[in-house]
């Protein structure tokens, strides 16, 4: 078997892995909110999110035994890359969240409750609950760290994007059935086209800092830590807004860097645990 059609098979197992392990504990989830069955210990426990790191290790392991889970692990801790990156890594998503906030209320909306203005210090204790346990360490070496590489195999950046977008918005489904959680009820459509958009925006992050995944976990963070800091979602049209300027970063994203690389480099990312 060809290295290229190898990697194509453990794309396809990781994709497999990592819903069918996170679906096999929200989707139960789903139907006791949905009264189609009762709750249980199994159904109240919050290991589902961890598909991802899951499928990314074992499938590493099988593959290259301990020293390429080493080197998938390092890869979070690795900052050889141009710390100009930095800028947009820890700023762009707070912009364009706290920036429709603004719009909104300028707009006339009513002003949400920011809780974090009493206590500006729990910002930071927010931003690493965020980064342990709200998604992006056990989303990200999988999505980026080992999804993205192989999908730039075979496709450019912009098509592998939104393949790992849609495939992002799958894993989530059932959270839009699960009372309590932030997807519960939303719109669908929505929610796919900024989870697409911000694909993008991650594979540029990762393209230009030579395949990062302490990037992608900090995006990551941004991303969430900056909807709990600026509640934009909680108004009328804070959401419109965010799409809209997620489209315009987008946008210049794939003017200014081309949509096969994403990136400067004329070289494809490719980028393997």
Do not use: C
């Amino acid at each position: 078997m060809t290295k290229s059609k190898s990697e194509t098979r453990n794309l396809l197992l990781f994709f497999v892995i990592a819903i069918g392990f996170t679906w096999l504990f929200w989707v139960p989830q789903a139907l006791v909110t949905q009264s189609i069955i009762g709750p249980s210990w199994f159904t109240n426990l919050k290991i589902a999110a961890w598909g991802p790191l899951i499928a990314a290790l074992l499938l590493t392991f099988i593959n290259e035994g301990g020293k390429g889970v080493l080197k998938l692990l390092k890869r979070a801790v690795d900052l050889k890359f141009n710390k100009l990156w930095l800028i947009p890594v820890f700023l762009l998503l707070p912009v364009i969240i706290g920036g429709s906030l603004l719009i909104a209320i300028l707009s006339g909306e009513t002003a949400p409750e920011i809780v974090w203005l009493e206590e500006p210090l729990s910002l930071v204790i927010v931003f690493f609950g965020v980064l342990l346990l709200g998604g992006p360490l056990q989303e990200e070496f999988g999505w980026r760290g080992y999804a993205l590489s192989r999908l730039q195999l075979r496709f450019n950046a912009l098509i592998s994007s939104l393949i790992m977008g849609i495939v992002w918005f799958v894993w989530h489904l059932p959270l839009f059935f699960i009372s309590g959680e932030p997807y519960y009820q939303s719109p669908m459509l929505a929610v796919l086209t900024a989870m697409v958009l911000l694909t993008i925006l991650f594979t540029w992050i990762y393209n230009n800092t030579g395949g990062s995944i302490f990037t992608a976990l900090i995006f990551h963070t941004t991303y969430n830590w900056s909807h709990t800091v600026f509640p934009s979602l909680e108004t009328v049209n804070g959401g419109l807004f965010f799409i809209i300027f997620l489209l315009i970063a987008v946008v210049g994203v794939l003017i200014v860097w081309r949509p096969k690389n994403l990136a400067r480099s004329r070289e494809r990312i490719t980028i393997l645990s």
